[in-house]
């Protein structure tokens, strides 16, 4: 199982992260501002968007909505470790 210690602080868009999905763009964005949110919460926490658009993030399985926010789901937490996680 992924600890946020497992990461590093997203200094890169993760661009053709999520090919193939619609809005790639904007997820990517989204998902590697998360990480950084989480990493500074030094846990994975729930994180509210600034407005109330997940731009389909649930449905493509990648944020799980949750009281207080969204979380990232094992999908996402895979990718962004693929994009940001430490080397052993």
Same mark, same amino acid.
């Given at each position: 199982?992924? @600890?946020? $210690?497992?990461?590093?602080?997203?200094?890169?868009?993760?661009?053709?992260?999520?090919?193939?999905?619609?809005?790639?763009?904007?997820?990517?964005?989204?998902?590697? $501002?998360?990480?950084?949110?989480?990493?500074?919460? #030094?846990?994975?926490?729930? %994180?509210?968007?600034? @407005?109330?658009?997940?731009?389909?993030? %649930?449905?493509?399985?990648?944020? #799980?909505?949750?009281?207080?926010?969204? %979380?990232? $789901? #094992?999908?996402? #937490?895979?990718?962004?470790?693929?994009?940001?996680? @430490?080397?052993?």
């Amino acid at each position: 199982m992924l @600890k946020i $210690t497992d990461f590093i602080m997203p200094n890169h868009h993760p661009f053709g992260m999520l090919e193939g999905y619609s809005n790639a763009y904007e997820k990517e964005r989204w998902l590697a $501002t998360l990480l950084g949110k989480n990493i500074l919460a #030094k846990g994975f926490l729930p %994180v509210e968007f600034p @407005k109330d658009d997940d731009f389909g993030m %649930v449905e493509d399985g990648l944020l #799980k909505r949750v009281e207080g926010g969204y %979380v990232l $789901t #094992k999908i996402s #937490k895979g990718l962004l470790y693929a994009e940001y996680g @430490k080397e052993e």
